[in-house]
Nanobody, 119 residues
Framework: QVQLVESGGGLVQPGGSLRLSCEVS????????IAWFRQAPGEEREGVSC????????YYADSVKGRFTISRDNAKNTVYLQMNSLKTEDTAVYYC????????????WGNGTLVTVSS
C-alpha cells in the first residue's frame, strides 16, 4: 500500500520560507511522479508543482514560479517543496500526491500539512 505523509507546514511571516517534505512508503519512489497541490479555505484545490520520475521534468503553477522549487531524493523516498518569498495568498493546506511515471491523474494522496502565511 502506497502511503504519503507530508510535513513541514507551519506559521511563517510574509517574505519567509518553508520547506515541505513528502515521505513515500510502501513502494519505490523512483517509479512515481510526485505532485504538490494546495487548497485554501473556501477555494478549489489547485496544482502547485510536479516532478517527473527522473527529476528532470519539473512543472510549476504560474503563481509560484520563481518562488517554489520541487526536488526529489529517491534514496530517502522523499520529495521536497522549497517555498521562498511566501505571500499571504499561499496560505492553504498542502497535499502531495503520487502517480506512476507521469504527472497527472494522481492516484495516491497524503493527508496534507497546513501552511499559514501571516504577520
Amino acid at each position: 500500500q502506497v502511503q504519503l505523509v507530508e510535513s513541514g507546514g507551519g506559521l511563517v511571516q510574509p517574505g519567509g520560507s518553508l520547506r515541505l517534505s513528502c515521505e513515500v512508503s510502501g513502494t519505490t519512489l523512483e517509479d512515481y511522479a510526485i505532485a504538490w497541490f494546495r487548497q485554501a479555505p473556501g477555494e478549489e484545490r489547485e496544482g502547485v508543482s510536479c516532478v517527473s520520475t527522473s527529476g528532470g521534468g519539473t512543472y510549476y503553477a504560474d503563481s509560484v514560479k520563481g518562488r517554489f522549487t520541487i526536488s526529489r531524493d529517491n534514496a530517502k523516498n522523499t520529495v521536497y517543496l522549497q517555498m521562498n518569498s511566501l505571500k499571504t495568498e499561499d496560505t492553504a493546506v498542502y497535499y502531495c500526491a503520487a502517480n506512476l511515471f507521469v504527472c497527472g491523474g494522481m492516484h495516491y494522496w497524503g493527508n496534507g500539512t497546513l501552511v499559514t502565511v501571516s504577520s
